[in-house]
């Protein structure tokens, strides 16, 4: 079984930077395309970042020149490095791998971490 453990959200005030963690963890074969999605009140959940095995990135254009995406393969942990935070930046933002063991292949999602953007 595989699981993934977020952490670093919080509040933080308006142009005011956060990192955000997600661990991987159990009975992992290999990890492909790591991402961050977020999810506002009222809003569906949508991609934020994304980052491959061969480390290309790919972001919404919302983010884009304040996040950074990056993973550290030897951890099993992909990062999100947030500048310039707005308050519509303001969500719970959830990790997903896409894993194999050595019996399957599936996306597994994180418990989730409140981002707060508030002066």
């Known amino acids: 079984q595989v699981q993934l453990v977020e952490s670093g959200g919080g509040l933080v005030q308006p142009g005011g930077s956060l990192r955000l963690s997600c661990a991987a963890s159990?009975?992992?074969?290999?990890?492909?395309?790591m991402g961050w999605y977020r999810q506002a009140p009222g809003k569906q959940r949508e991609l934020v970042a994304a980052?491959?095995?061969?480390?290309?990135?790919n972001y919404a254009n919302s983010v884009k020149g304040r996040f950074t995406i990056s993973r550290d393969n030897a951890k099993n942990t992909v990062y999100l490095q947030m500048n310039s935070l707005k308050p519509e930046d303001t969500a719970v933002y959830y990790c997903?791998?896409?894993?194999?063991?050595?019996?399957?292949?599936?996306?597994?999602w994180g418990q989730g971490t409140l981002v707060t953007v508030s002066s």
């Open positions: 159990g009975s992992i074969y290999s990890i492909y395309t």
């Open positions: 997903r791998f896409d894993i194999s063991t050595h019996t399957s292949r599936g996306e597994v």
């Open positions: 980052i491959s095995t061969g480390g290309i990135t």
